[in-house]
Nanobody, 129 residues
Framework: QLQFVESGGGLVQPGGSLTLSCAASGFSLDYYHVGWFRQAPGKEREGVSCLSVGDSTVYADSVKGRFTISRDNVGNMLYLQMNSLKPEDTAVYYC???????????????????????WGQGTQVTVSS
């Protein structure tokens, strides 16, 4: 079973940067579409950025130009570089994945949370002065 452990969250001032990491175990990420998602208090979970096995990427409009998703298949890691953080980026951030045999990229490229079925426990990001 694919398992994730997220890290790198914390408290940062507006305009600051954080890099979130997601360590995968159990299976190789080589055959998984992956993504970062977030859930703010009182709001539904939303897709932040998703990345296909072929390195196609999608970003939510709210983070385009500020966030960068990347993966290291050798190290079985997923990353989210977050720059120019805003208070509205405050949320619990989750990494997630879906195996390529379960869903094709066109179906999961919407980065909708319900398209992904393996989830980490989340890491809190708070942007505040």
């Amino acid at each position: 079973q694919l398992q994730f452990v997220e890290s790198g969250g914390g408290l940062v001032q507006p305009g600051g940067s954080l890099t979130l990491s997601c360590a995968a175990s159990g299976f190789s990420l080589d055959y998984y579409h992956v993504g970062w998602f977030r859930q703010a208090p009182g709001k539904e979970r939303e897709g932040v950025s998703c990345l296909s096995v072929g390195d196609s990427t999608v970003y939510a409009d709210s983070v385009k130009g500020r966030f960068t998703i990347s993966r290291d298949n050798v190290g079985n890691m997923l990353y989210l570089q977050m720059n120019s953080l805003k208070p509205e980026d405050t949320a619990v951030y989750y990494c997630a994945a879906v195996h390529i045999t379960k869903s094709s990229w066109p179906l999961v490229s919407s980065c909708a949370p319900n398209r992904y079925d393996s989830w980490g426990q989340g890491t809190q990001v708070t942007v505040s002065s």
